[in-house]
C-alpha cells in the first residue's frame, strides 16, 4: 500500500499536479523540459517544466504533418496529389532530400521524406502547396495551436529551422508539443503507415531515406514521432509507442546529446509501461422501462466509448454500478439520460458515465393504446 501510494504521489495517475516531492524523479530525466503523456485520455503521468517555452526545432514538423493528415482526412488533398517545388522549397537547409526547383513528387512521398527524414524541403513544399505561401500555413499552424489549447506555442516556420531574424520567437513547450502529438495520433492514425518505417527510399528507389528517431527501430512498440535539433534548441524528441493497447507520448526538449533524448524518452516510456493500464469500462444489459411505449424498454447504453488509465494494482480492483431511471414515459429519442455508470477501483470513484437510451421509442397513439387494451381483454375472456 506504501508503494502503491508513493507512485501516485509522484506520478498523478488521476492527472493531479505533480508535488514537490517530485523533484528527485525530474532530476533524474535529461534536458530542460519533460513529459509524458497518455494517449487516449490526455493525462498527463509526469512533467518537468512542461511549459517553459523553448525552441523546438524540427519537432515543429508535428504540426506540420498534422495540418497535412487534417487535409488528407478532409478530402481537400489527396495521397496522390502531386507537388511542386518551388525556389523557397528547394533553398532549405538543414535536413532534406534536396529537392530540385520544379521537381514534382506525391503528397505520399513527401510525407514520408518528413516523416521519417526530417526533411526541410518537403515540409516547406507541402506548406505553399496547401496555404499558396509558407507565411500562410503558418498561419495556419498557429490558428490550430490556439484550438488545441497550445498556450506557449507561437509558430514562425513550418520546420523549426533558425534560419531568419524572427526565429527567436518560434517558440512552444513538452506540454504543447505533447497536445499536438496527440492530436496527430489519435485522431489520424494514417500518419503511423510513416512515422514507423526505420528506412525506405523515394525517387522509384533512387534516394534513401532513414529515420532520425532511433527509437524506431530500437525500442519494442514504438511508433513515432519527431526528432529535432539546432545549435539554439538542443536536441528534441517527441517519442510515441503502444503496447498491449496503452499508448504513450515522451516529450524531452533541450538535451546536450542525441543519445541523451533518446535516453529520456526510453526512460519515460519504460516508466510509463511499468505502471499504467487501461481500462474499458464494461456496462451490464441494462434496459429501462418505458411507460406508454411502442416498446415496453429500451437499453441503456454508455454514451461513449471511455477509457480509464489507472494504475496496473489497481487494475483488477475495477468495478462498475449502474443506477437507473425505474421508469421513463415516450416517447423516448436516441441519446436521452437514462442513468450514470459508476466505475469504482478500492473505493476511489475513478469516472461517472452517462447511460443513454440506445434508440428511440416512440408513443403509443390512442389508436394503438385501444388495441393494446382490447387484446388483453380478449386474452383474459380467452383465459
Not at 1 to 22: E, N, Q, S, T, Y
Not at 233 to 262: K, P
Amino acid at each position: 500500500m506504501k508503494r502503491l501510494l508513493c507512485w501516485i504521489l509522484i506520478f498523478g495517475v488521476l492527472g493531479a499536479a505533480l508535488p514537490p516531492g517530485a523533484a528527485a524523479a525530474e532530476q533524474e530525466i535529461p534536458g530542460k523540459s519533460a513529459l509524458l503523456m497518455d494517449i487516449a485520455t490526455g493525462k498527463v503521468l509526469f512533467e518537468k517544466n512542461a511549459h517553459e517555452a523553448l525552441a523546438p526545432a524540427s519537432v515543429t514538423k508535428v504540426m506540420t504533418m498534422l495540418l497535412i493528415m487534417e487535409a488528407i482526412d478532409s478530402g481537400a488533398l489527396s495521397w496522390n496529389d502531386t507537388v511542386t517545388a518551388s525556389e523557397a522549397a528547394a533553398a532549405k537547409g538543414g535536413s532534406q532530400i534536396y529537392l530540385k526547383v520544379g521537381e514534382t513528387m506525391s503528397v505520399a512521398d513527401m510525407v514520408k521524406s518528413i516523416a521519417v527524414s526530417s526533411a526541410n524541403d518537403c515540409a516547406c513544399a507541402m506548406a505553399e502547396h496547401i496555404a499558396g505561401s509558407e507565411a500562410a500555413f503558418v498561419e495556419k499552424m498557429n490558428q490550430r495551436a490556439r484550438e488545441l489549447g497550445m498556450a506557449d506555442t507561437h509558430f514562425v516556420n513550418c520546420t523549426g529551422l533558425d534560419d531568419s531574424e524572427d526565429a527567436k520567437n518560434h517558440l512552444t513547450c513538452a506540454y504543447d508539443i505533447a497536445l499536438m502529438s496527440r492530436e496527430l495520433l489519435k485522431y489520424h492514425p494514417d500518419i503511423l503507415k510513416y512515422t514507423t518505417i526505420w528506412m525506405d527510399t523515394v525517387r522509384n528507389g533512387q534516394f534513401g531515406l532513414s529515420n532520425t528517431n532511433k527509437l524506431i527501430r530500437f525500442y519494442p512498440g514504438a511508433t513515432g514521432l519527431k526528432t529535432g535539433f539546432t545549435s539554439g534548441a538542443g536536441y528534441c524528441l517527441s517519442a510515441s509507442a503502444e503496447r498491449d493497447g496503452l499508448g504513450l507520448i515522451a516529450v524531452v526538449m533541450g538535451c546536450e546529446t542525441s543519445a541523451q533524448r533518446f535516453t529520456a524518452c526510453r526512460q519515460l516510456l519504460d516508466q510509463g509501461f511499468a505502471t499504467y493500464a487501461l481500462v474499458t469500462p464494461e456496462a451490464p444489459d441494462a434496459r429501462v422501462g418505458v411507460k406508454l411505449g411502442l416498446q415496453p424498454q429500451v437499453r441503456a447504453i454508455p454514451a461513449e466509448d471511455t477509457q480509464l488509465l489507472v494504475e496496473k494494482s489497481q487494475k483488477s480492483l475495477v468495478e462498475t454500478q449502474v443506477a437507473l431511471e425505474l421508469e421513463v414515459e415516450a416517447p423516448v429519442s436516441k441519446g436521452q439520460r437514462l442513468g450514470t455508470l459508476t466505475v469504482t477501483a478500492g473505493g476511489q470513484t475513478l469516472a461517472q458515465i452517462p447511460l443513454v437510451a440506445e434508440e428511440a421509442v416512440p408513443r403509443l397513439t390512442f389508436g394503438q393504446i385501444f388495441l393494446k387494451i382490447l387484446r388483453r381483454v380478449t386474452m383474459a375472456a380467452k383465459g
